[in-house]
């Protein structure tokens, strides 16, 4: 019994639900990086924590559980011909892209404080609108 708040106490986990919408097409594959900090994002290189999903176009949503509580950012990449990078032509991207909390976009992507939110324990719905530049 003594054990019990030891191991009772700790953080619940939360779970963060993405929904993708204003996708052009359902062709080729949502690249998505769920990144903890300024450091991996909008990439999620490096590790550091950040978590990277590719799932088809189609399925419009992602579900991720077993977060830690903390401060998130989101950036995704629709992959249309799936070859696992976003494709540019003269530096504008040709492929569709989209940050949580949806920021207006300048010059290159948003900085984390601009797409981050926080997670707690339980349930969290971000809305990912996805923009296409070409």
Excluded at 6 to 31: C, H, M, N, Y
Excluded at 73 to 92: C, E, F
Excluded at 94 to 123: D, V
């Amino acid at each position: 019994m003594a054990l019990f708040p030891i191991l009772g106490g700790g953080s619940p986990l939360a779970t963060l639900e993405i929904d993708f919408v204003k996708l052009r097409s359902s062709r080729g594959l949502l690249q998505v990086c769920i990144a903890p900090a300024p450091s991996v994002f909008p990439d999620c290189r490096d590790g550091g924590g950040a978590i990277k999903r590719s799932i088809p176009a189609s399925a419009g949503q992602l579900r991720v559980t077993g977060l830690a509580p903390g401060d998130y950012a989101v950036a995704v990449i629709h992959d249309a011909n799936g070859n696992g990078k976003l494709d540019t032509m003269m530096g504008i991207p040709r492929e569709g892209f989209g940050f949580s909390r949806n920021p207006a976009i300048g010059f290159g992507p948003p900085r984390f404080t601009a797409a981050q939110f926080p997670l707690t324990g339980g349930s969290d719905r971000q809305e990912v609108r996805m923009r296409y530049l070409l």
